[in-house]
């Protein structure tokens, strides 16, 4: 356990296994073979170590708080959209 990375965040979890299996970029994982043939990777793989740039996150707006046609060329974790929305009042009352 004290080999697990802190960035993973559950190095002293209860549910922990005695192994932890990380596949390099490019590959996966599956219990069996039967599993890995019906498997049809996408672009929705997760499970990556999120500092590789497959990894980056998408994110598309549109609305009066947003220019047009504008890229932004920084990367940006996921959590950090909660600001923007609140802030921005994106959410609407349902």
Request: glycine content about 6%.
């Amino acid at each position: 356990q004290q080999q697990i990375p802190n960035r993973y965040q559950y190095r002293h979890n209860r549910r922990l296994f005695d192994y932890l299996l990380i596949a390099n970029e490019g590959w996966s994982l599956y219990r069996t073979d039967d599993e890995r043939q019906k498997s049809k990777l996408s672009y929705g793989q997760h499970g990556y170590d999120n500092r590789l740039n497959i990894m980056r996150p998408l994110f598309i707006a549109f609305g009066p708080s947003f220019r047009q046609q504008y890229y932004h060329h920084k990367r940006f974790i996921n959590v950090d959209l909660y600001p923007l929305m609140v802030n921005g009042r994106m959410f609407v009352k349902c």
